[in-house]
């Protein structure tokens, strides 16, 4: 009893000055605001799984609408963060280190991607994030070494021409081969990962900033919240000149094609399919507008969790097993289909659920189940090993302190399951 009070103790966050970096009870240093958004993305996820409204309002009754999409571009950008920290953070890894991140990377993508695909089996209704997620991973190499300049210039560029250039490939791929499972994955599934390289290139930028800095958190929550603001304001502008008032896409159903992505819009082509900004619209500006909206989720999140470390530990908590959670969930609706069907108290209870779940299992055992298989198998082909745990026990006070004066200016040191 005194084992596990001590526990709960020594690994519930305090409020400091600088950036929460918290040391689990595997030793393994985090940033607490990051898995504060980490979580938030879930949890939204989630939401947006469940009989919520997907067109949002000024109506209190369709606010819910605003997990959708955006918790899904939220997560995509925070995978952006955890490559950025795995290579270097703040100084991006070069030589053999730079070799030894890549190939962690490759793994985790290759373990991610493996697990995605056994959800898929389960057919729910649910489109798994997972495999495009895991496809990101191996995009982000090349870029591993670019500044944040580079990041975001080549972000900006994806988002204007990858819609229009992948429509043209898809309606191309489309008469060649129909919908195949390499072409859903990259064009025209619920998650292209032609569009969603945005998200992780912005990601990428935003993990290569010290997020310990006032200033970086104020330039996220503006610059973001300003593109955020600008991208839905266009978009709906856009509507207005371009498709005759008419809001279109109307609110996409992720799991379903929109005209201009399927075989019956072979060999057509209207101008309309690329205004607005609705969720999984796949347009110019709901790319943009999206990407900003997670960055100034970011800079809320970072606040936030330095200012009330322990209210918003459940919830990083969840952030910290993302992949755990994700995973349950979906296998909650294998077990459970109707849940999907049920309103906004299904979701209360998820997220509870879950939050229970990863509060207890991270204090009792520290990194989730299966962020710890992928984390082992990504350290063993790299030729890493974890030190032994009574070392890391004895370590962990020292260590604890060293990372929040660090606050991210060696984030190599970071755990970013």
């Not at 996220?220 to 279109?248: I, P």
Request: charged content about 10%; some cysteine; aromatic content about 10%.
């Amino acid at each position: 009893m005194t084992t596990v009070a001590s526990t709960v103790r020594n690994h519930l966050p305090v409020a400091r000055h600088a950036t929460q970096v918290l040391q689990g009870p595997d030793g393994k240093a985090r940033i607490h605001g990051l898995d504060l958004a980490r979580g938030l993305a879930v949890i939204g996820m989630i939401g947006a799984h469940v009989d919520t409204p997907q067109d949002l309002s000024w109506s209190p009754s369709t606010w819910q609408a605003l997990v959708y999409g955006r918790s899904a571009a939220l997560f995509g950008v925070l995978a952006g963060v955890s490559i950025a920290l795995l290579s270097g953070g703040t100084r991006p890894a070069a030589g053999d280190d730079l070799i030894r991140a890549r190939m962690r990377i490759m793994v985790r993508g290759a373990c991610v991607f493996v697990i995605g695909g056994l959800l898929e089996l389960l057919g729910t209704h649910i489109a798994v994030i997972l495999t495009v997620y895991a496809i990101l991973f191996f995009l982000a190499l090349p870029f591993l070494q670019w500044s944040p300049g580079r990041l975001l210039l080549l972000a900006g560029g994806l988002a204007l021409f990858a819609p229009p250039v992948s429509l043209l490939l898809s309606q191309i791929l489309l008469v060649a081969d129909g919908e195949q499972g390499f072409h859903a994955l990259m064009l025209t599934g619920a998650h292209p990962a032609l569009w969603w390289w945005v998200f992780v290139l912005v990601g990428l930028a935003i993990g290569r900033l010290d997020l310990s800095a006032l200033q970086v958190r104020r330039l996220l929550l503006v610059a973001g919240g300003a593109t955020a603001v600008a991208g839905y304001a266009l978009g709906w502008l856009s509507t207005q000149l371009v498709a005759n008032g008419v809001a279109y896409p109307e609110p996409i159903d992720a799991y379903e094609r929109m005209p201009g992505w399927n075989e019956e819009s072979v060999g057509q082509w209207d101008w309309t399919w690329l205004t607005g900004a609705q969720p999984h619209s796949g347009t110019p500006l709901w790319l943009l507008a999206s990407a900003g909206f997670a960055a100034a989720v970011i800079a809320v999140c970072l606040v936030v969790a330095d200012a009330f470390p322990r209210l918003s530990y459940p919830i990083a908590s969840v952030g910290a097993m993302a992949l755990t959670v994700y995973s349950l969930h979906v296998v909650a609706f294998w077990v459970f289909p109707t849940a999907s069907d049920a309103d906004w108290t299904m979701w209360i209870a998820f997220t509870a659920g879950a939050a229970v779940f990863a509060v207890g299992w991270r204090l009792l055992a520290g990194r989730g189940p299966l962020e710890r298989v992928v984390a082992w198998s990504a350290n063993r082909a790299a030729g890493l090993t974890d030190r032994p745990a009574a070392l890391e026990l004895d370590l962990r006070t020292a260590a604890s302190e060293s990372a929040i004066a660090s606050s991210g200016r060696h984030a190599q040191t970071y755990d970013t399951d």
